[in-house]
């Protein structure tokens, strides 16, 4: 069974930072990209970063410069590094992969990120 487990959300000031984790397993993690996914208050999903298997990386216009991605794969483990907190960075920060054929979305229950002062 595919688990993905995010935590280290919290409530933060402005301009703070901090280190979002993703636990998988039930899969070969190593084989796969992943990716962060957010979803601000009334709002709908958005793409915020993908890492490949080989550790590339990707990151939406909104947090490029700000945010780092970054994967374990010895340790099955996804995270990613927030830093320059805007308040517009709050929402539930969700781990993510796709594979398989048809192509399936694997989710994690969500870690909630909140920035204010």
């Known amino acids: 069974e595919v688990q993905l487990v995010e935590s280290g959300g919290g409530l933060v000031q402005p301009g703070g930072s901090l280190r979002l984790s993703c636990a998988a397993s039930?899969?070969?993690?190593?084989?796969?990209?992943m990716s962060w996914v957010r979803q601000a208050p009334g709002k709908g999903l958005e793409w915020v970063s993908g890492?490949?298997?080989?550790?590339?990386?990707s990151y939406s216009d909104a947090v490029k410069g700000r945010f780092t991605v970054s994967r374990d794969n010895a340790k099955n483990m996804l995270y990613l590094q927030m830093n320059r907190l805007k308040p517009e960075d709050t929402a539930v920060y969700y781990c993510?992969?796709?594979?398989?054929?048809?192509?399936?979305?694997?989710w994690g229950q969500g870690t909630q990120v909140t920035v204010s002062s």
């Open positions: 993510n992969t796709r594979w398989g054929y048809p192509p399936y979305d694997y």
């Open positions: 039930g899969f070969a993690f190593s084989m796969h990209s």
């Open positions: 890492i490949f298997p080989s550790g590339g990386s």
